[in-house]
């Protein structure tokens, strides 16, 4: 722009005065930065880019079919997918970590050492498998190839994996298509979502999310914290799909354990109970904040349960405990919830008819924040004696009855 207006002033003719204007707007540049914006932008697509290879492997059956290896042709063949694009495809899963990929014909030890395992991350990063080949294009035409599902995919991916996510990634994919849809949600207000075939799909997907860690860590600090021999019933109240129930059940051979949850909840949580053979497990059916949830109990248990922020629930639970029972809780601290507005429109996008959600994520309209529902405890004889942070951001508090 300082050329154009040097060579302005220097006297060279314009036909047109409107043109000299133009030639200066033409050389102007943004005072903002524009490298950030389209970092942003790309990492966002590239984000979205990725969940849909993984997505559409899915739901195409890839890291079932890849179970044995299978050239990117035949994959095609067996799939009835185009055999032009299969070959990209599968080599944009091995650069993010789903496929291993090793040349046909190799013997095992070679298979060892050629076997590419990517760091998912360092992919994104290096945009090419650790073999170091710079000639992608060359190397997903040679035909030799042979691709099959990584440790991370057959972890995670494969139905018969007993980590397996796969109810996981469906839940993922329908909230993608919600906000697929927010235009129509901001003009309209939040989906009305039905409860029965909600909590049908969302019990599996949390069961999946527990085995991953969630429950073993949370178990752990429970036993760290109670003494289980001295608890010979428990409830697990809005325990969803009961694992939690069924892996304190274990702890002692004289414990029975209840789950309270809506009735379309509990008859997911039926297969939990039979799948682990918990003999000792029961299911108790109801709505906690209109029915008896049951008595005499020595712990009861509450994880990320909707009812674990509001005050009118306090007393049905201490009324509910043994004098020097236990009630543990966990829940997301608010703290975290109002610093991340994704989160919180994310919650309010859905809800169910007649409810009215808080502002914050996991939050209810009749919630209290966290830290205030702690200190309300203590009105109705329990006494907060630990709270813990947990790895994944919630924290668990242990209170006992004292009254």
Request: hydrophobic letters at 35%; glycine letters at 8%.
């Amino acid at each position: 722009m300082e050329e154009v207006k040097s060579q302005l002033s220097a006297g060279i003719e314009i036909k047109n005065g409107s043109n000299a204007e133009k030639d200066e707007e033409l050389f102007q540049k943004p005072e903002i930065d524009f490298d950030c914006f389209f970092k942003f932008i790309d990492s966002s697509i590239q984000g979205l880019k990725e969940y849909s290879l993984i997505a559409s492997a899915l739901e195409l059956g890839v890291f079932e079919a890849l179970d044995t290896p299978l050239s990117a042709r035949n994959l095609a063949e067996k799939l009835g997918c185009d055999p032009l694009l299969m070959p990209y495809f599968c080599e944009a899963l091995h650069n993010i970590g789903f496929l291993d990929r090793f040349e046909e014909g190799m013997d095992k030890e070679e298979e060892k050492t050629q076997v590419v395992k990517t760091d998912p991350v360092a992919g994104q990063e290096k945009g090419k498998s650790e073999t170091g080949s710079e000639n992608t294009d060359k190397e997903i035409n040679n035909g030799g190839a042979v691709y099959l599902v990584s440790e991370l995919s057959a972890t995670y991916l494969l139905e018969s994996s007993p980590f397996s996510q796969q109810h996981y990634l469906a839940e993922r994919v329908r909230n993608v298509e919600r906000w697929a849809r927010l235009p129509q949600i901001l003009k309209q207000g939040p989906e009305i979502v039905e409860k029965g075939p909600f909590f049908g799909e969302v019990v599996h997907c949390m069961a999946e999310n527990a085995r991953c860690g969630l429950l073993q860590e949370t178990v752990k600090v429970v036993t760290e914290n109670v003494d289980f021999t001295n608890v010979k019933r428990l409830l697990d109240i809005g325990g969803g799909h009961g694992l939690y129930a069924v892996a304190f059940s274990k702890l002692n051979e004289d414990l029975q354990a209840f789950v309270f949850d809506l009735p379309p909840v509990t008859a997911e949580t039926r297969y939990f109970i039979e799948k682990h053979g918990a003999s000792r497990v029961d299911t108790i059916q109801g709505d906690f904040f209109k029915d008896e949830i049951g008595s005499n109990y020595d712990l009861i248990f509450s994880s990320f349960n909707p009812g674990g922020k509001v005050p009118s629930l306090i007393p049905k639970l201490s009324e509910a405990l043994n004098p020097g029972g236990i009630f543990v809780t966990r829940q997301m601290p608010d703290e975290k919830m109002k610093s991340n507005p994704l989160l919180s429109l994310d919650w309010n996008l859905w809800t169910f008819e007649g409810v009215k959600k808080g502002r914050s994520g996991y939050s209810f309209e009749n919630s209290v924040p966290f830290n205030e529902y702690i200190e309300l405890l203590g009105n109705y004889g329990l006494e907060v004696f630990r709270a813990l942070d947990m790895t994944d951001g919630s924290r668990i508090v242990f209170a006992r009855k004292i009254t």
